[in-house]
């Protein structure tokens, strides 16, 4: 990370800060993107913040999920900060535990617990035109007045059940796989598992041993790429951690390949789609290999074009289907009763145990951010993306909310490493902060104008991607939010991106003294 957290701080003038605020900045949110945003606060110089959690602890999604098998589906070499890399990781695909671990060194390290005000579930943030203050409330009562309001809510953040007749009416036990109950004993039970996404891939291999029976739901097959298990010895261990630039480069490698499989391949489809069909090649060689029933072989490989929806590694996945007290079920759902889960073909079979991998509320109304977010004359976020499509300005600002920066905006990913964006999303933050400081001003808003040209550029690249070019209608994927649109997906290269956060003229903002 260029200018990292461990640079000196610039002599800048420090902010006024009067009896109107509380703190210069407020940070909602304390997973991955909130401690990168602290700690890059801390590193630059704007120690004057706080950071509100709804928990009682910090790390966000490796805080939420612990369901068996939970481990990053991405080289942990690349999945950490640039400035914080972990020598000591147990394996190439850390598992959950490691991670969260990671996330509270990284925390202690850098100072950014004594920030921290948990239970602090944040209902609303109003800005005050009259003050230039944002006042954020809790759902418990507190009140932040700041000048300042960061969003990094994230959006694996709201689990989201499956709207089928009847859930509500079912007497045994109900799991979200984000919301595991390690207390609750699967020995023995009939467990009906909807879902065959990257948490199902991950959680079914590993609880198949305990369960009487298991009937698996499957609604879109996922594109599966062999997963070849690497654990670090102790001596390769000792290796990053003592020979300068091994683990660098180690980590540049598995970044550049993981970019060219995930990013690339969907940004540049129009031009890449071969690269596409090879990789399919191997994912349904992959199941040749690994699943005996032809029958089988068929439901499990997808329909739609490999990208348009996010693609995992396994090999412990598809073996499953070949046990006996193991079904794959495509038939659609018609409704859950009391015991049972009855299919539209009028199939019943009973259960003892619903288990949900049925993600998250991503891009839909109301989940970007987690909370009410109104800015000047009233104008409710929710409401203006609604009526404008999902938008904003290198993913990061948004017209007429002063002072609001987000970690993760519309089309802010353009990275597979969750902490790329982390990087030039609280790189962007910073610069603008900094500019402010330099013309004594304590009000920044993106233009109107800037805001629009990067969104008709997004407009006019996303042609070239995946999700326009390519065969996606059949992949049910996240990635589309309710207009047709894309917006998680920034249609460009992660480095051109990172270099974009580093030198975007000042210019695109409006900065005053209020």
């Known amino acids: 990370m260029a200018n990292t957290a461990l640079d000196n701080v610039l002599d800048y003038p420090e902010p006024q800060v009067t009896h109107e605020i509380d703190y210069e900045t407020v940070i909602i949110g304390s997973g991955l993107s909130g401690i990168g945003a602290a700690i890059r606060l801390i590193g630059e110089g704007f120690g004057d913040f706080v950071v509100l959690e709804k928990a009682d602890d910090i790390g966000g999604t490796w805080r939420d999920n612990t369901y068996p098998g939970l481990a990053v589906d991405i080289p942990s070499l690349s999945y950490s900060f640039s400035f914080e890399q972990n020598p000591y990781w147990s394996s190439l695909y850390a598992p959950g535990p490691e991670m969260k671990a990671y996330v509270d060194h990284c925390a202690t390290k850098y100072g950014v617990r004594p920030h921290m005000r948990y239970g602090m ?62 207390g609750y004993d699967l020995t023995g039970k009939r467990v009906g598992f909807i879902g065959t996404g990257a948490t199902a891939i991950q959680a079914i291999p590993e609880i198949v041993d305990q369960v009487k029976s298991l009937d698996v739901y499957q609604r879109t097959a996922i594109w599966l790429l062999p997963k070849k298990e690497m654990p670090f010895s102790p001596r390769l261990q000792r290796a990053f951690a003592k020979v300068p630039g ?69 090999s412990k996945f598809y073996p499953v289907f070949n046990r006996e007290n193991v079904s794959l079920v495509t038939n659609p759902i018609e409704r859950i009763t009391e015991n049972a889960i009855v299919t539209q073909d009028g199939t019943v079979r009973e259960i003892d145990t619903l288990i949900c991998a049925t993600g998250f509320e991503v891009f839909q109304k109301g989940s970007v951010p987690t909370y009410r977010l109104q800015g000047k004359s009233g104008l409710d976020i929710s409401e203006f993306w609604e009526q404008n499509r999902y938008q904003a300005f290198m993913g990061a600002t948004v017209p007429n909310f002063p002072n609001f920066f987000m970690m993760f905006g519309p089309y802010s990913v353009c990275t597979a490493s969750w902490f790329g964006m982390i990087d030039t999303q609280s790189k962007h933050l ?37 999700f326009k070019a390519g065969n996606c209608a059949t992949s049910n994927s996240y990635y589309f939010d309710r207009h047709g649109d894309s917006p998680t997906i920034r249609p460009t290269l992660g480095p051109i991106h990172w270099l974009a956060s580093r030198w975007f003229s000042m210019s695109n903002y409006v900065f005053d003294k209020k």
């Open 430 to 466: 910073v610069r603008c902060l900094k500019a402010a400081r330099r013309r004594d001003a304590n009000y920044i808003e993106v233009k109107k104008s800037a805001s629009d040209r990067d969104f008709d550029k997004i407009k006019r690249r996303t042609k070239n991607t995946i």
């Open 121 to 182: 579930e944040v209902e609303e943030a109003i800005y005050d035109e009259n003050r230039n203050i944002w006042i954020t409330r809790t759902k418990s009562g507190e009140v932040f007045k700041s000048r300042y309001l960061v969003s990094a809510t994230g959006f694996l953040t709201l689990p989201k059940l499956p709207a089928i007749e009847g859930i509500e009416n079912f007497k045994g036990k109900v799991m979200h796989t984000s919301r595991w109950d390690h």
């Open 246 to 314: 091994l683990q660098w480069l180690a980590r540049q490698v598995t970044i550049f390949f993981t970019d060219i499989v995930m990013i690339n391949l969907l940004v540049f489809n129009k031009y890449f789609s071969f690269a596409g069909k090879k990789l399919e090649k191997i994912c349904v060689e992959h199941i040749r290999n690994q699943v005996e029933d032809p029958e089988t072989q068929k439901a499990l490989t997808p329909s739609y074009d490999f990208g348009c929806k996010r693609p995992s590694f396994t």
